[in-house]
Structures are given as structure tokens and as C-alpha cells.
């Protein structure tokens, strides 16, 4: 009786195992997470088929450990347990600052950078030293070119801008005149930005791009006088939305449906910036990391769009946009977000069709493909 009573059990174990089996549906999209790392860069990608391709790892101490935790989250929530390609797009410390903390909690298989550290700093060198050759002894380590690619099943990954270079042969159908290169005006910021790995990333109709922070300057060396890519229907990062980029050069010509900012609440989003990107003629939306005091009310978008607001709310938003903090000796750090986080996914169909969903608020929406 009691044998009996156990294979009864058993047998309803293995059903209710298998009916769960069955339940949990294979992914079909594309998934984006673009991590809140404020005001650096953290953006996870995971394929249909589980490859993981991260770009970048946010910012280093004091935020690393709150940054790599954040990274964790999205990968925990996508079921990725390892790293298959890690992008660093630069030097700087918003972008590779959260790598050493990261690489404790997730395994990395692949280390993409563009090559030697152009823009001296004395914690980026030694960490280029000491450091990171030891993250990737056990793994790989490629410095990539424009036109190489990162080998995934279902999605093509082209870098289009690396150490300075850009592409010299546009995309099958591409390679049209850039009617926006007139609007160009010469702008950069320092050695590192420019030399962003910069990605084009397609799935079945569904593009998308993430520049790195290249700078105005080299926007133009890549997309004039003749436009390389075509168009994409998301754009991500922005280089946190900062006037240094995002010339219409670019912002126009590449006519984004949807823009993905990874500004902080006092970095990027300034008017300069906001303009260009709503007056870009295929924009249907912008997404922002987090509320920007730069934008003011005169220049935010809804906070439906925005996965982040402030730490310290305050009972009314001035309308004007607040002058951009000057870094400096003597000038104390921007005050962070350092309470609970939020991402915004993106979830793409081979069609062309992606939702974009806002973490905070559960607000979703999606954009039909075929356009
Ligand atoms: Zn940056
Ligand atoms: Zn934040």
C-alpha cells in the first residue's frame, strides 16, 4: 500500500515536472536591457537562442558594486548565467568602471575592446596593467575593426567604428547621400570617446545601434557623405544624451522609431540634445534612463518614458531646463540615484516588431514592424 501510495506520487511529480516543462515557451525575441548604471553605460542583449552579448559595465567605485549588481539583475531575469561577449566600447570609467565586480558574479567567455587606452588616467592604466589581463587569461580577448563581426546564432552583429576607424563599405543597399551633413558642426571631448566600438545589430527586419559615446566628429566621418546603414528602429545609448553627440548627422539620418537614453539625472538630456532628437523625422518615441534636470519641464518627455526619476523628488519641476553642472577642483559630485533601479527592455520579433516596456511603471509599448 504504502509502495503504491509512493509510485502515485511519483508518477504525479513527473506529470506536474513535465506540465511545467511544457508551460515555460521557448524565447522567441531578441531581448534588450538597458540597465540603469547612471549615467554610464550597461546594455545586455540576449538571442532567442540564450547568447548573451553585454556592452559595457557601468561605473567604478564608489557605484561598481551597485552597477555589477544591477547588470546581475537583468541577466538573472533573462536566465543568462554566463557572459558570451563582453563589449568594453572605451576607457573610461562609466563604461569598464563595474568589469571587475562584474567578473566576480558571472562567468565571461569573450573580452571585445578596441585596442590600447588612448586618453592617460592613472586608475585606467593600472588597471590595463594589472587587471584586466588577468579577467580575460582564461577567456578571450579580441581588439576589434570596423566590419568585423561578433559571431551569433540568428543575429548579425556588425561593428561599424572602432579605434578611431569607421566602416568604408556601407551595407548591401546602402551608401545613399546624407541630406543632414550640411547640419554638421565639428565637435569633440576628449581621446577616449571617439574611439568607441561602435555596433549595428540586426534581427530577421529588426535593426538597432549602439554607438558607444562617439563623438559629433567622428558621427560624421562615419555617416558622411554617404550614409552606410540605412535606418534602425532603435537607438541606444546616445552617449547619455550629451551635446558633444548626437549631431543631426547622425540622430536624423539613421531615423530612429524609438531613441534609448542612458543619461543620469544631471548628465545628458540638455536642450541641445532634446531638440535633435525630436525633431528627427521618423522618431516615435524617446525613452530615458532617468529623469533629466537638464531637460526641465520645457524639453522632458512623460514620465511614462522614464524608467528612473530623482532620489530627491521635488514638489514641483521647474519649467526651465537646469544649466549643466560643471565639473571641477573643489566641485562635489552630482548626488546619484542610488535607490532601487530600473531597467527598460526591449523585446524584438524577427517581423520587426518590438515592445519596449518600462520597468518602474509596468507601461509598455508596442511598434509594429514593417515600416
Ligand atoms: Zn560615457
Ligand atoms: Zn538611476
Not at 524565447?27 to 540597465?35: G, P, Q
Not at 578571450?140 to 551569433?152: Q, S
Amino acid at each position: 500500500m504504502r509502495a503504491k501510495m509512493a509510485l502515485l506520487i511519483l508518477a504525479f511529480a513527473v506529470s506536474a515536472a513535465l506540465a511545467a516543462a511544457q508551460t515555460k515557451t521557448p524565447r522567441t525575441t531578441l531581448d534588450i536591457y538597458v540597465v540603469d548604471v547612471e549615467g554610464g553605460n550597461g546594455v545586455l542583449f540576449v538571442t532567442p537562442w540564450g547568447e548573451s552579448v553585454l556592452i559595457d559595465t557601468g561605473n567604478a567605485a564608489p557605484g561598481a558594486v551597485r552597477d555589477a549588481g544591477r547588470i546581475m539583475a537583468a541577466a538573472k531575469d533573462a536566465g543568462v548565467t554566463r557572459i558570451d561577449h563582453l563589449i568594453i566600447t572605451h576607457w573610461h570609467g562609466d563604461h569598464v568602471g563595474g568589469l571587475t565586480e562584474l567578473a566576480k558574479l558571472i562567468p565571461i567567455k569573450e573580452f571585445i575592446d578596441h585596442g590600447p587606452n588612448t586618453q592617460p588616467s592613472p586608475q585606467i592604466d593600472e588597471f590595463l596593467q594589472k587587471t584586466y589581463p588577468i579577467l580575460y587569461a582564461d577567456a578571450a580577448h579580441r581588439v576589434v575593426k570596423p566590419g568585423d563581426k561578433i559571431p551569433l546564432k540568428g543575429v548579425n552583429w556588425l561593428v561599424v567604428a572602432s579605434a578611431g576607424e569607421v566602416i568604408k563599405t556601407p551595407l548591401p543597399g546602402q551608401g545613399k547621400p546624407n541630406l543632414y551633413c550640411d547640419l554638421y558642426k565639428p565637435d569633440d571631448n576628449n581621446a577616449e570617446d571617439p574611439q568607441s566600438v561602435a555596433s549595428y545589430i540586426t534581427f530577421g527586419k529588426f535593426r538597432a545601434a549602439h554607438l558607444g559615446d562617439l563623438t559629433k566628429n567622428k558621427e560624421f566621418e562615419l555617416m558622411c557623405p554617404n550614409n552606410p546603414i540605412g535606418a534602425v528602429d532603435v537607438l541606444l545609448g546616445l552617449h547619455h544624451g550629451v551635446s558633444s553627440s548626437n549631431s543631426p548627422v547622425i540622430v536624423d539620418a539613421l531615423r530612429p522609431r524609438v531613441a534609448i537614453m542612458n543619461n543620469g539625472t544631471r548628465k545628458g538630456g540638455d536642450p541641445a540634445t532634446m531638440q535633435t532628437i525630436y525633431s528627427s523625422p521618423g522618431l516615435e518615441d524617446l525613452w530615458q534612463m532617468h529623469f533629466s534636470l537638464l531637460s526641465g519641464q520645457e524639453y522632458t518627455v512623460p514620465g511614462t518614458f522614464i524608467a528612473n526619476t530623482t532620489d530627491d523628488p521635488q514638489a514641483s519641476m521647474p519649467v526651465l531646463p537646469m544649466p549643466s553642472p560643471t565639473p571641477g577642483p573643489g566641485v562635489p559630485p552630482a548626488p546619484q540615484h542610488n535607490g532601487t533601479a530600473y531597467w527598460i527592455k526591449v523585446s524584438a520579433q524577427q517581423d520587426g516588431t518590438f515592445t519596449v516596456t518600462n520597468a518602474r511603471n509596468g507601461f509598455s509599448k508596442t511598434y509594429h514592424g514593417g515600416k
